[in-house]
């Protein structure tokens, strides 16, 4: 099969003929239809999220289901599915408690072991899995729901219980940032998007945004004035947006500052949900504020294949249009150019999804 090879931290990626993978007992093997180009796929090429060299990335993707192993018990071959980009093992006290997200034995494709930058991908535990893809999402709409857009829900729904009315601060305006201020929006918050960039902004206000607050407090709305409300930094601008501070704030980042910053933008009893990230390591919190706020702080990481139907049904009803989200759609030989160009900060232009097939 062709796949996209990694074999040196940062080297440019090469497509190339490998051999097919062999199906595991509780697994499947899925024919990728098509794969989104993430930015942990760009952390793991470069290393800052060590894999194993050489490696096969790709963690967002959806396809048909081409073998099945003795022990799969729901699915066939011929299936349209998709995965969570965390495969929880399916037997541990987690994933019994529908939490396979944070499994101590995970696998995921494209960090673990090999990923979907290839035409075929395998999925291990695959009865604990697999998600069902309703005929009417395609195989490059679904690519967005495993990683970026799935963590957005979760953080925002399961996290954040954003209510309608209640402000949500998306600090970060990329893949997930931008699904989570659509889904955020699409649940009748009001959501405040904080960015550098100016086209990101604008790109969170056509996707349901209120209000948007460049990186240094600036509100968008004031773009080509003198950034006369800036002194007071993001904080005091979602402050005054929002008459007192967010109800919910997530750092869809990822970077000690804005990890910072998001908790400092939230009104008392808010909830900060980290969502980026943070692969430097531990991170200074403003804990003070924790205390005197009574603050609550969550991380997010991805949502278990049992969480999925009821995002999926909302995807199906038109009241969440992850399509909206998706950029460039390029070919497997795309994917090494589309990883080189994340060495500059980008999300505007969408999320890149690879197809593959259908
Ligand atoms: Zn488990
Ligand atoms: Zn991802």
């Given at each position: ?180 201020v659509?889904?955020?929006a ?5 959501v405040v998007a ?10 969170a206000r056509?996707l349901g945004a209120e209000a948007a ?146």
């Amino acid at each position: 099969m062709k796949a996209v090879i990694y074999s040196a931290y940062g080297a440019t990626p090469v497509l190339t003929e490998v051999p097919a993978p062999a199906c595991p007992a509780d697994g499947v093997v899925i024919m990728v239809g098509a794969t989104g180009v993430c930015r942990s796929d760009w952390h793991a090429w470069k290393g800052h999220d060590p894999v194993t060299l050489p490696h096969v990335g790709g963690h967002e993707f959806a396809g048909v289901v081409a073998a099945a192993g003795p022990g799969v018990t729901r699915w066939r071959p011929g299936d349209r599915v998709t995965a969570p980009f965390a495969c929880g093992c399916g037997r541990c006290e987690f994933c019994l408690a529908g939490d396979a997200q944070v499994c101590p034995r995970q696998t995921q494709p494209g960090f673990t072991g090999p990923g979907s930058f290839a035409e075929l991908v395998v999925v291990h535990a695959a009865d604990a899995n697999l998600v069902t893809l309703p005929a009417d999402v395609s195989f490059v709409t679904a690519a967005c729901l495993g990683c970026r857009f799935a963590t957005a829900f979760r953080a925002v729904t399961a996290h954040g219980r954003v209510r309608p009315g209640d402000w949500l601060a998306v600090h970060g305006c990329g893949g997930v940032g931008l699904s989570a201020v659509m889904i955020g929006a699409a649940l009748g918050a009001r959501v405040v998007a904080v960015d550098v960039s100016a086209a990101a902004l604008a790109r969170a206000r056509e996707l349901g945004a209120e209000a948007a607050i460049g990186a240094d407090g600036a509100s968008a709305d004031d773009a080509g004035a003198d950034g006369s409300d800036a002194d007071g930094g993001v904080a005091a601008a979602v402050a005054e947006v929002t008459g007192g501070g967010a109800h919910v704030s997530i750092d869809a980042l990822g970077s000690p500052a804005v990890a910072a910053e998001s908790l400092r933008c939230l009104r008392r009893r808010g909830r900060h949900v980290q969502v980026g990230l943070l692969p430097g390591g531990p991170v200074p919190l403003p804990v003070d504020l924790v205390i005197a706020r009574e603050l609550e702080v969550y991380g997010s990481h991805g949502m278990a294949a049992r969480d999925y139907p009821a995002m999926m049904r909302m995807v199906t009803d038109g009241t969440l249009r992850p399509a909206l989200l998706t950029g460039d759609v390029i070919g497997l030989e795309g994917v090494p150019q589309a990883l080189a160009a994340m060495d500059s900060p980008g999300g505007a232009a969408g999320m890149v999804v690879a197809k593959l097939t259908g």
